[in-house]
């Protein structure tokens, strides 16, 4: 931890990204892979920050953390209310949609989990016909474990988006003041995803050692750089010799942060529901080196390019 | 009697459309007057709800029967908003399924795909 000040000390004179202000996310291309490992264990490492569980389908940072003084809060999308005894079937609402969510045969007809709550077809509607009704979609939940703040959204089972569920949640992480921030993303490369590691400053991409995890790893890949977002990876479930992940790193001038072994006693912890950081020395240290490295190299980013 | 049927080309010897909300066009013909007319899908490039909004151009046609291999849930639901009767085509061209339909051959469309949603052929 004596690092960490130090650099914390250093890096205050010189660069534009605020340690308590850096947002960090984890990702990879396929769930399995470790993002929740990764980001449960850097954010316990760190002294003080949150952790925010972005991964809505399936959310399980919380089970390790095990937090405590729970804040939930429903997270709704507005769904068009029609009013059949105002409309007039002028279908201004139905050519408006660029969703498709509605059409008209004899009356209105809406379809709520095509629509994405734009609310244009309220604004287009010249009888006032349309109005908006909360459909809820999920919640948002906030805990404390220790020096960790854990913010976890919970999608509802059948919705087809978790978009809103995901900008609330960080909406509301940010509202709660400046702090150091690890954001456990969904798994895949796709709007969820997309929405998670926006407004972040560094990506951890999270590999496993196979070919089909180099063809996951290419995935977010291609997403970060389309993003222009400063990023590296970590090598998980290490074995020796061969790593496809390794080499497709190398062969794509990705710098490897960290590589995870494959070891029973890490398993063994992380089975138990065990924050490995928090119960082992060996481990702690791991996550407050990667920490360190990651800060540097946002920071790094940063500087290079401002 | 009008009947719809989604094609891949504009003629009357074209294939029927696998996709009922990606078809390129939809074939409207009269039975009595034996007139046909192709719509073009200007839903078909959709990213979402292509099934509904193709649905609305079949029902703004004036069709009275749709005859198509297949036909997702949302396509469906607003179908069975209107006095649609739904046919299942067989394997060939619009004119084969005109002639199928007219003998009296075909079916009514009996099951519904849960839809594509985005992940359709293109």
């Known amino acids: 931890m004596?690092?960490?000040?130090?650099?914390?000390?250093?890096?205050?004179?010189?660069?534009?990204?605020?340690?308590?202000?850096?947002?960090?996310?984890?990702?990879?291309?396929?769930?399995?892979?470790?993002?929740?490992?990764?980001?449960?264990?850097?954010?316990?490492?760190?002294?003080?920050?949150?952790?925010?569980?972005?991964?809505?389908?399936?959310?399980?940072?919380?089970?390790?953390?095990?937090?405590?003084?729970?804040?939930?809060?429903?997270?709704?999308?507005?769904?068009?209310?029609?009013?059949?005894?105002?409309?007039?079937?002028?279908?201004?609402?139905?050519?408006?949609?660029?969703?498709?969510?509605?059409?008209?045969?004899?009356?209105?007809?809406?379809?709520?989990?095509?629509?994405?709550?734009?609310?244009?077809?309220?604004?287009?509607?010249?009888?006032?016909?349309?109005?908006?009704?909360?459909?809820?979609?999920?919640?948002?939940?906030?805990?404390?474990?220790?020096?960790?703040?854990?913010?976890?959204?919970?999608?509802?089972?059948?919705?087809?988006?978790?978009?809103?569920?995901?900008?609330?949640?960080?909406?509301?992480?940010?509202?709660?003041?400046?702090?150091?921030?690890?954001?456990?993303?969904?798994?895949?490369?796709?709007?969820n995803v997309m929405e998670s590691i926006q407004d972040v400053d560094y990506c951890i991409l999270v590999a496993e050692p196979t070919l089909f995890g180099v063809h996951n790893l290419s995935m977010v890949h291609e997403l970060v750089k389309i993003f222009n977002k400063p990023f590296g990876a970590v090598l998980n479930k290490c074995l020796d010799g061969e790593n496809p992940a390794?080499?497709?790193?190398?062969?794509?001038?990705?710098?490897?942060?960290?590589?995870?072994?494959?070891?029973?006693?890490?398993?063994?912890?992380?089975?138990?529901g065990e924050i490995i950081a928090r119960k082992s020395e060996k481990y702690r240290e791991m996550f407050s080196t990667l920490l360190n490295k990651v800060i540097e190299e946002a920071q790094n980013a940063a500087t290079v390019n401002t | 009697m009008k009947i719809a049927i989604p094609t891949v080309k504009n003629t009357l010897n074209s294939n029927v459309s696998s996709s009922f909300g990606r078809a390129e066009y939809f074939l409207i013909y009269d039975t009595e007057t034996k007139e046909n007319l192709f719509v073009e899908n200007t839903a078909k490039d959709s990213r979402g709800g292509a099934g509904i909004k193709a649905a609305q151009i079949v029902i703004d046609s004036k069709a009275e029967a749709l005859l198509t291999p297949r036909l997702g849930e949302n396509a469906a639901e607003v179908l069975k908003s209107s006095d649609m009767k739904i046919y299942k085509s067989i394997e060939g061209t619009a004119e084969e399924n005109i002639e199928a339909f007219t003998g009296g051959k075909l079916s009514l469309l009996g099951e519904v795909h849960e839809g594509l949603h985005g992940r359709g052929l293109k």
């Open chain 1, 246 to 272: 390794e080499k497709y790193c190398n062969d794509n001038n990705i710098k490897i942060l960290a590589k995870i072994p494959y070891d029973t006693e890490l398993g063994k912890l992380n089975s138990e």
């Open chain 1, 2 to 191: 004596a690092s960490y000040r130090c650099l914390v000390k250093f890096t205050k004179a010189y660069t534009v990204v605020d340690l308590n202000n850096m947002n960090i996310a984890v990702l990879s291309g396929k769930g399995g892979t470790g993002k929740t490992l990764v980001s449960v264990n850097l954010a316990a490492a760190a002294e003080k920050a949150a952790y925010v569980d972005c991964d809505i389908e399936e959310p399980n940072g919380n089970l390790f953390f095990k937090a405590e003084n729970i804040l939930e809060n429903d997270v709704n999308v507005k769904i068009p209310l029609v009013d059949k005894s105002l409309c007039n079937g002028c279908r201004k609402c139905v050519d408006f949609c660029k969703f498709n969510a509605l059409a008209y045969i004899k009356e209105l007809i809406v379809f709520e989990e095509v629509c994405h709550s734009c609310g244009g077809c309220k604004l287009v509607c010249p009888q006032n016909a349309i109005t908006e009704k909360d459909e809820p979609v999920g919640k948002i939940q906030k805990g404390i474990s220790g020096g960790v703040s854990v913010y976890t959204g919970i999608m509802n089972i059948g919705e087809a988006s978790g978009v809103p569920i995901i900008k609330k949640l960080l909406s509301f992480e940010k509202s709660e003041g400046n702090k150091l921030t690890i954001i456990d993303s969904p798994p895949g490369s796709a709007c």
